[in-house]
């Protein structure tokens, strides 16, 4: 198998919709094999308890970092370790500190690098093994981290709830040397992890070669080339359909003029949108014809 994905959930149902349609088939051509656990699993009392109350108080449940560690550890195949001997580890805040640092300078690398014009289909770097919590406080997931993420051999998703979960968890496994990523998906609030996990698996597993029937559309939709533009609008025949027209410049059979009215489009429709996106631009990038748009 090209890649191995496990997932540890206290809802591990919600994802046997992987085994169906364009994913169960990515499955049985042996691209991706992927397994879903169950939390519970690695408990051992009576009430198979994942969570506890936040220390300092406050609302909601907080997953623990024992069971966590139980399942983790197996899943990587680690010994547990006592971290006291290490001056970071009395206290909570300073790991967590140094992490926000770590994802913020790999966040600023990428933004040089799309601003260099670096091409956003090539990784900054390969990951072997990577672990990923979905976080609504973390940096956002985007297309960039799903072309790197798709070329590592494993990856291993754990899902907590909205409330969170310990901080330690994370902070233990990148002290012991374990590609640690958190993501949010988007400015909204999800009640669990789930959901985000399907978003990213799906983002990540369609960029595999061999995953998608005609890997062309990769290449041309928005957020993938070397720049991240919204694509152009689409339209398909009768050229009129209840009176509505297509743009003329599209049936003209100019591959030129066809081009220059996507891309101006895409220009326009971005700014219009997503301005923050015409921010990030390389503007040294930008031809004439472009800045004109
Ligand atoms: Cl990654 N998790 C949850 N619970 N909510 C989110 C999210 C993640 N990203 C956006 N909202």
Not at 92 to 104: K, V
Not at 108 to 120: E, K, M, V
Not at 141 to 163: I, M, N, P, W
Request: hydrophobic fraction near 35%.
């Amino acid at each position: 198998v090209d890649m191995q994905i496990d997932i540890v959930s206290v809802f591990p149902e919600y994802f046997d919709v992987l085994n169906l349609s364009l994913f169960g088939k990515a499955q049985s051509k042996g691209l991706v094999s992927v397994h879903a656990h169950n939390l519970r699993d690695w408990t051992h009392d009576v009430h198979h308890s994942v969570d506890d109350t936040p220390v300092g108080g406050g609302a909601g449940m907080v997953m623990k970092p024992e069971v966590w560690a139980e399942c983790l550890d197996d899943l990587l195949g680690l010994e547990p370790q006592d971290m006291s001997a290490n001056d970071d580890a009395d206290s909570t805040a300073a790991p967590a500190e140094t992490d926000g640092a770590a994802q913020e300078t790999a966040a600023s690398d990428a933004l040089q690098d799309a601003q260099s014009g670096n091409d956003l289909r090539t990784p900054v770097h390969t990951p072997d093994s990577v672990l990923i919590f979905p976080n609504p406080s973390a940096p956002l997931f985007t297309q960039r981290d799903a072309t790197e993420l798709s070329h590592a051999k494993r990856l291993v998703f754990g899902c907590g709830r909205y409330e969170g979960y310990d901080a330690r968890i994370p902070a233990y496994y990148r002290a012991q040397g374990v590609d640690v990523r958190e993501y949010s998906i988007g400015d909204y609030v999800l009640n669990g992890g789930e959901v985000a996990v399907s978003v990213m698996l799906e983002a990540i597993t369609r960029l595999l070669p061999g995953f998608m029937g005609n890997p062309e559309s990769i290449v041309e939709e928005s957020y993938t080339g070397s720049e991240a533009l919204l694509e152009h609008r689409q339209y398909t025949r009768p050229a009129v359909w209840r009176g509505m027209g297509v743009p003329d410049v599209l049936l003209s059979g100019d591959h030129g003029k066809v081009d220059r009215f996507r891309r101006d489009e895409a220009l326009a429709r971005t700014d219009a949108i997503r301005p923050d996106l015409i921010e990030q631009l390389d503007c040294a990038r930008l031809s004439k014809a472009d800045r004109k748009t």
